[in-house]
């Protein structure tokens, strides 16, 4: 509870966490985002990409991430999807599967 405010309506991440965090919307299907200064360390994709894409759009998702993210960097998928047997360099963090760390 250290991390986290009081605030009305709710909670909000302490400034401290917040400093050299950017939040941006991006469609991964356009590539890495051009804003990126440097790698990625969190991709959150749940429910797109291995719900409602074909298997060559996921490929190609997945080849977007390796580009994006750092080393050791996660993708956050649904946990009901199901990632292409071609991931494995993306490895379970959790018992669901939902959270992948890269490693190259």
């Given amino acids: 509870q250290e991390a986290f405010e ?15 965090v950017e939040f941006a919307r991006h469609d991964i299907r356009q590539g890495v985002p051009r804003r990126a200064e440097r790698p990625i360390g969190l991709v959150l994709a749940r429910y797109l990409p291995f719900t409602y894409f074909d298997h060559e759009t996921q490929i190609d998702f997945v080849s977007t991430c390796r580009e994006a993210l750092r080393p050791g960097g996660f993708l956050v998928v649904g946990a009901d999807e199901s990632m292409p047997d071609e991931t494995s360099d993306f490895e379970r963090v959790d ?6 760390r890269y490693r190259p």
Avoid: M, N, Q, T
Wanted: net charge negative; no cysteine.
């Fill in 6 to 20: 009081d605030v009305p309506g709710g909670f909000r991440l302490d400034e401290s966490y917040r400093e050299g």
């Fill in 95 to 100: 018992a669901s599967g939902s959270i992948r």
